[in-house]
């Protein structure tokens, strides 16, 4: 049943002010927080670990927490009031932490939880169950059953485009030191990609829309349209073809420069998926990022339905900029080659 601004107690704050997050501190934790902060719409607090030592933004509260026990007594007392929990950690984190906060953030009463899914279509359920994603999905969301008044909002932004590109030929197939491109099959498959920082204006636009719709008659864009959905973003939709002219551009290169060589998605697919399936986890990019080329576009959401960028107000980005930031990234090993 729809909620409605009128209908509220008196006193009610028709918008999101109060947002906490966890990895404030962290590689897309910090372009998550920035443009939070820059909003000046909101109350940003971090929950942190007592031991972390993590650089964080300017402006933001910090609350230190030991959640790596079973009681989670003082973590669901550190987010109660707030009104959105975003969980952004690293692949690396012990398994289960991300069920542990939705569950605290749920005993807590917390609104909104955005819970550590910024990338694939998570409606695309072949494409999740050949990432080895899907487990993950459905684990994180039966954790949101039992309470309903906690909704989750997934961000589909699919993978990273600086972070993807810079991170090696198991990535987007580049190695900018030995300026050498692995083309996946014709390389004309087209994908959507995203940069760190659409993300974090895509999320910090989303937390400042009104709450509810005022009455039955309101139809503009509201933060509560999204409970239990997942909101659609995108930089740029490329294929590696593209990928390859805009870093010719931006490095002032020619093909004869570069070591072109060719494989087949799926077969790239296919080694990465056994190698992982037999504990080698640091074939995993390599098995996730060829599965998205796939001649069956799936990570071409675009051409399916339609994004949230106007709603959500998000500017048009300069490619050959984003690129640049890539190369920039790559050739100073900014990225860890592998899981």
């Known amino acids: 049943m729809t909620k409605y601004a009128k209908d509220q107690p008196k006193g009610f704050l028709n918008r999101i002010q109060k947002v906490a997050i966890v990895g404030a501190g962290g590689k897309v934790g910090k372009h998550l927080t920035e443009p939070l902060l820059k909003t000046g719409k909101h109350i940003v607090t971090a929950i942190t670990r007592p031991d972390s030592t993590s650089k964080l933004p300017d402006g933001i509260n910090v609350i230190h927490v030991d959640y790596s026990g079973e009681d989670d007594t003082a973590l669901v007392e550190a987010v109660r009031g707030q009104q959105a929990l975003l969980i952004t950690m690293s692949v690396t984190a012990p398994r289960g932490t991300v069920n542990k906060l939705v569950r605290a953030a749920g005993k807590a009463g917390v609104p909104y939880v955005l819970p550590n899914w910024f990338g694939h279509d998570d409606a695309n359920d072949s494409l999740c169950d050949d990432s080895m994603l899907s487990s993950s999905r459905d684990s994180i969301l ?29 990535r987007y197939g580049f190695d900018f030191k030995k300026r050498s491109f692995i083309q996946f099959d014709d390389g004309n498959v087209a994908i959507n990609t995203s940069t760190w920082p659409q993300c974090g204006r895509a999320i910090a636009s989303l937390l400042s829309l009104k709450e509810l719709p005022e009455d039955d008659m309101d139809k503009s864009p509201t933060v509560s349209q999204f409970a239990n959905s997942s909101i659609y973003i995108s930089s740029f939709r490329l294929s590696q073809r593209d990928m390859f002219e805009s870093v010719k551009r931006v490095t002032g290169t020619s093909n004869a420069d570069w070591t072109i060589s ?48 106007c709603l959500l107000n998000l500017p048009v980005e300069d490619l050959d900029e984003s690129t640049a930031i890539a190369i920039r990234m790559g050739e100073n090993d900014e990225v860890v080659q592998s899981h």
Request: with cysteine; net charge negative.
């Open 262 to 309: 060719r494989e087949s998605a799926e077969q790239r697919w296919k080694d990465g998926h056994d190698a992982v399936k037999q504990g080698n986890f640091g074939a995993f990019p390599k098995m996730a990022y060829s599965r998205m080329f796939f001649p069956t576009r799936d990570g071409d959401y675009q051409s399916r339905r339609e994004l949230h960028n």
């Open 142 to 170: 039966a954790e949101f059953e039992p309470f309903d008044a906690t909704s989750y909002i997934f961000l589909v932004c699919n993978f990273w485009y600086e972070f993807s590109l810079a991170g090696g030929p198991d």
